[in-house]
Nanobody, 116 residues
C-alpha cells in the first residue's frame, strides 16, 4: 500500500504561483511513476504532469512552459511548481502513484483557486 498526502493548495491571483507537494509513504519502493491530475467542477479528471522514477517528465499542453514537476527521492516527495496561473487552472489537484503490478494510488486532493 502507498499513502499520498498533498499540500500547498490555496487561493492565488491570476499571474501568481503556487507549489504543490505530494509526500508518499508506505511501499514506496513499488512506485514507478508519480503524477499530478486535476479536476475542475463539471469536468473530467485530467493529467497535468507526470514523472517516472528515472526522471522522465510529461506535461499537458495547457501547462507546458508554466508548470514544472520534480521529484525528491530522499524525501519521497513530488512537487508541482505552478507559475503564471490563470483562472482556468482552478481545480482540485490530485497526486497519483503508479506502482508495480498495475496498482494506482491517489491522494485526497488539494484545492487550487485562481481568482482576483
Amino acid at each position: 500500500q502507498v499513502q499520498l498526502m498533498e499540500s500547498g493548495g490555496g487561493l492565488v491571483q491570476p499571474g501568481g504561483s503556487l507549489r504543490l507537494s505530494c509526500a508518499a509513504s508506505g511501499s514506496i519502493f513499488s512506485i514507478n511513476t508519480m503524477g499530478w491530475y486535476r479536476q475542475a467542477p463539471g469536468s473530467q479528471r485530467e493529467l497535468v504532469a507526470s514523472i517516472t522514477s528515472s526522471g522522465t517528465t510529461n506535461y499537458a499542453d495547457s501547462v507546458k512552459g508554466r508548470f514544472t514537476i520534480s521529484r525528491d527521492g530522499a524525501k519521497n516527495t513530488v512537487y508541482l511548481q505552478m507559475n503564471s496561473l490563470n483562472p482556468e487552472d482552478t481545480a482540485v489537484y490530485y497526486c497519483k502513484a503508479s506502482a508495480t503490478g498495475g496498482r494506482n494510488y491517489w491522494g485526497k486532493g488539494t484545492l487550487v483557486t485562481v481568482s482576483s
